[in-house]
């Protein structure tokens, strides 16, 4: 059987599950996470997607997202995928939700409400070659340039989700 994911209602009340593929064909509100990391000196960890991915492979990112199991809490879930990910445990806070939905290159549509965590985390990531192709430590003002000079280079959820991180730097240092 496919991956359930959480289907939500505008307030991110539950409203059901379904097929991670078949919510993506269809472009049904679910629950999502991203995590953004950052280090001790105040560069945040970027992942490229593994290009095998089905979608947005080979686009850089914030360094883990995924979906919560039904039953799994976004927190619980967050922590899970960071771990199997990229290989990494941490504290996490969430930030910040949004909801955003966009039509993707494959067929598919990413219609999320988007849980946005943040951690700190000193070190190399271990990450899973299925998911992430490269990874590297970026200062946040080299990546706001970069996503103004080549915008594709960068997922859409990420891309929404840093400006909005940005917004409120100081909130969240």
């Known amino acids: 059987m496919e991956e359930q994911i959480i289907l939500v209602d ?44 089905y979608h947005s492979g080979g686009k850089w990112s914030n360094v883990c997202c995924g979906h ?14 960071l771990m199997e ?16 939905k966009v039509g993707l290159d494959n067929g ?3 219609h999320e409400f988007l849980h946005v965590f943040i951690g700190e985390f000193n070190g190399a990531p271990e990450p899973n070659p299925d998911e992430v192709d490269n990874w590297e430590w970026t200062g946040v003002d080299e990546l706001q340039q ?5 915008p594709g280079k960068y997922t859409y959820w990420f891309k ?13 240092k």
Request: charged share 30%; aromatic share 8%.
């Open 10 to 53: 505008q307030n991110d009340r539950e409203i059901g599950a379904g097929e991670k593929t078949s919510v993506h064909k269809k472009g049904l509100l679910h629950r999502a996470f991203s995590i953004l990391i950052l280090n001790k000196n105040g560069e945040m960890l970027l992942q490229q997607r593994a290009n095998i991915k």
């Open 68 to 81: 919560p199991r039904p039953s799994e809490s976004i927190e619980k879930a967050a922590e899970r995928r």
């Open 85 to 100: 990910e990229i290989g990494i445990k941490c504290a996490l806070r969430e930030l910040f939700t949004f909801i955003y």
């Open 108 to 110: 598919l549509t990413e």
């Open 146 to 150: 970069g996503m103004k000079v080549h």
């Open 160 to 172: 929404i989700a840093f400006e909005k991180y940005m917004g409120n730097y100081a909130d969240y």
